[in-house]
């Protein structure tokens, strides 16, 4: 039996992948989504950076056959699934690295993350940048909604700024396509040869709200 890890995105904590992790669950699955939110460099010890971040995340997540990084995650899946043994590292609707050398977040999220930034240097919670009545929308279920707003966090803007090592990736590797915001990355895994699944034409969060189809396109 596959030991799975769900590895949340920085700017989000594991309840979003509760749905998910549930599903996989009733299908027999082990699976495993830590709360790394804990694992971020804190400002107060010097300039934070996204190599310190991933490097955190890697020291503490335990063993797997499979490793599943969601969104933002993606960017430090090569460290993860080599520091996890994992023999297939999956991108779910995530940020895709190069190939080899050094990860930089896409330019698009720089630019977002940058009007969102507080006079202490930390990013505004995720799940109020799209405004008060937006989470009702995106997570229609009101437990689940819960669980994703209760932790809301609030990370240092210097993780945008800075790349991540990105280590050859032994692992087997594949790619599922949830949303159109990440269109161009599956169309890069696609150009490396990797099997792509899914469409692309769903929601981003499908991870809480159809984790039926998600886990689907896992399998």
């Given at each position: 039996m596959d030991r799975l890890l769900l590895v949340h995105p920085p700017l989000l904590g594991p309840a979003v992948l509760g749905p998910l992790a549930a599903r996989l669950r009733a299908g027999g699955a082990t699976v495993a989504v830590p709360d790394l939110r804990a694992h971020v460099p804190d400002p107060?010890?010097?300039?934070?950076?996204?190599?310190?971040?991933?490097?955190?995340w890697a020291a503490v997540v335990g063993p797997a056959?499979?490793?599943?990084?969601?969104?933002?995650?993606?960017?430090?899946?090569?460290?993860?699934?080599?520091?996890?043994?994992?023999?297939?590292?999956?991108?779910?609707?995530?940020?895709?690295?190069?190939?080899?050398g050094t990860a930089r977040w896409p330019?698009?999220?720089?630019?977002?993350?940058?009007?969102?930034?507080?006079?202490?240097?930390?990013?505004a919670d995720w799940t109020t940048w799209w405004g008060p009545?937006?989470?009702?929308?995106?997570?229609?279920?009101?437990?689940?909604r819960a669980a994703v707003l209760a932790e809301g966090h609030r990370l240092p803007a210097d993780l945008w700024s800075?790349?991540?090592?990105?280590?050859?990736?032994?692992?087997?590797?594949?790619y599922v396509h949830l949303s159109p915001a990440y269109d161009g990355d599956a169309a890069a895994?696609?150009?490396?040869?990797?099997?792509?699944?899914?469409?692309?034409?769903?929601?981003h969060l499908a991870v809480a709200t159809d984790p039926a189809r998600v886990a689907a396109l896992l399998r």
């Open positions: 107060a010890a010097g300039r934070p950076s996204a190599a310190g971040w991933a490097q955190r056959d499979v490793v599943v990084g969601f969104s933002g995650a993606g960017i430090a899946l090569p460290l993860l699934a080599e520091a996890s043994g994992a023999r297939r590292a999956v991108w779910l609707d995530a940020v895709l690295p190069p190939a080899a330019a698009g999220v720089r630019e977002r993350v940058a009007p969102l930034v507080g006079d202490d240097g930390r990013v009545d937006a989470m009702a929308g995106l997570v229609p279920d009101a437990g689940v800075t790349g991540v090592p990105v280590p050859p990736l032994a692992a087997e590797a594949r895994a696609r150009d490396r040869g990797w099997p792509v699944a899914g469409d692309g034409r769903g929601a």
